[in-house]
Nanobody
Framework: QVQLVESGGGLVQAGGSLRLSCAASERPYSMYTMAWFRQAPGKEREFVAVISRSGTGTKYTDSVKGRCTISRDIGKSTVDLQMSNLKAEDTAIYYC?????????????????WGRGTQVTVSS
């Protein structure tokens, strides 16, 4: 089993930057594909970004591409989500997720482990 804990959320101004971090209990965790999802009020949980087991492959949803970078530190068992040029529409609870398979999927029901989430609020 893997426990995931997100951190770094908070209130930021539009146009600002924010770095979210996800800490995994398993070290190393190279056997897990890691992803970030988010859920805004009244919306379904949606895919944001995913990173491969090796850390060499990434994928982003169109709404954040160019403003977001996902990365992982194998030694520290952490996955970060660096966001810039934040918009009010980025306001959501952000969740870290992990799956044991190598496929870089975007569907939430394909992930086995989830963190509790961290709130990101962007003021306009």
């Amino acid at each position: 089993q893997v426990q995931l804990v997100e951190s770094g959320g908070g209130l930021v101004q539009a146009g600002g930057s924010l770095r979210l971090s996800c800490a995994a209990s398993e070290r190393p965790y190279s056997m897990y594909t890691m992803a970030w999802f988010r859920q805004a009020p009244g919306k379904e949980r949606e895919f944001v970004a995913v990173i491969s087991r090796s850390g060499t492959g990434t994928k982003y949803t169109d709404s954040v591409k160019g403003r977001c970078t996902i990365s992982r530190d194998i030694g520290k068992s952490t996955v970060d989500l660096q966001m810039s040029n934040l918009k009010a529409e980025d306001t959501a609870i952000y969740y870290c997720a992990a799956r044991s398979g190598a496929a870089m999927t975007t569907a939430r029901d394909t992930y086995d482990y989830w963190g509790r989430g961290t709130q990101v609020t962007v003021s306009s």
